[in-house]
């Protein structure tokens, strides 16, 4: 993919692996601004040459980039990796460049479901996390876009410890696990309609709920958070909970204390 002059990221020529890094994850890394030693993540093809379709992807998270660049609780961008594009044949120096990756602001604060791995949520201000991440899934349907891979590793945790979303093209996967019961008969995720696609991502976020909720103390925010879950994960899509009714709740709520049933109060 030539490099897109409307993105206004710094170009990642400066960044190296760290002598003493590790991959995070298949192609995901920190890197080191090598003047600034500011750490990043990058995140690049895996694969010993690059192929054309792995385009798509960067392109899709890249826009994704742009488009919630400065929304609050979505991973922010800092560059991009380029290098020469393999399948050009000349060998003039001014060719231009390809895009082979991604390099996102890094967090410090690790992933929640290292939290939940480590069993001390109870050490984080976990009861911060759940409207956030609600309302900046929500800023993807908003606008006409889904996640399709909300879990607890693509949510990670700023030096404040706040929750912030991330791996956000859309189309990079989905775990199997956290398919909702109306996908489960995997075909590709693009051939899935949108209202399918956020109708997952409300069903992941109810899961994401009732994980969370295994790992704290039994208390009122407990209980009404284990309540949402279950509106959200309910089977059949129509009397499912909706992720603006589950935020809406949130917030009128103060996350203490909501009381009926799934439907109640709602329109069929």
Not at 26 to 36: A, I, M
Not at 140 to 165: E, Q, R
Request: hydrophobic share 35%.
């Amino acid at each position: 993919m030539p490099l897109c002059s409307g993105l206004y990221f710094m170009t990642c020529q400066s960044c190296h692996l760290p002598e003493n890094s590790f991959e995070i994850t298949d192609g995901v890394f920190q890197v080191l601004n090598v003047n600034s030693k500011t750490p990043y993540i990058l995140k690049i093809a895996n694969r010993p040459l690059y192929k054309p379709y792995d385009t798509e992807l960067i392109r899709e998270e890249l826009k994704n980039l742009e488009m919630f660049r400065g929304t609050p609780n979505i991973v922010r961008a800092a560059g991009i990796a380029v290098s020469a594009n393999p399948y050009m044949t000349s060998n003039t120096r001014d060719q231009p460049l390809i895009v082979t990756g991604i390099v996102p602001e890094f967090y410090g604060g690790g992933s929640i479901q290292r939290a939940l791995n480590i069993h001390h949520p109870l050490e984080y201000s976990w009861k911060r996390w759940p409207k956030p991440i609600a309302t900046a899934l929500g800023r993807f349907h908003m606008a006409g876009k889904t996640h399709m891979d909300l879990k607890p590793s693509n949510i990670v945790l700023d030096a404040d410890g706040n929750a912030v979303l991330i791996d956000i093209s859309g189309i990079g996967g989905i775990t199997q696990g956290w398919r909702a019961p109306e996908i489960r008969d995997g075909i590709s995720l693009s051939e899935f309609p949108y209202e399918v696609r956020k109708s997952n991502d409300t069903w992941a976020y109810g899961k994401f709920l009732s994980e969370l909720i295994l790992h704290v103390e039994d208390s009122p925010t407990a209980k009404t958070l284990k309540r949402i879950a279950g509106c959200l994960m309910v089977e059949n899509v129509h009397a499912r909970m909706t992720l603006f009714e589950a935020i809406s709740e949130l917030e009128l709520s103060g996350i203490d204390n909501i009381e009926g049933s799934c439907k109640e109060g709602r329109s069929n």
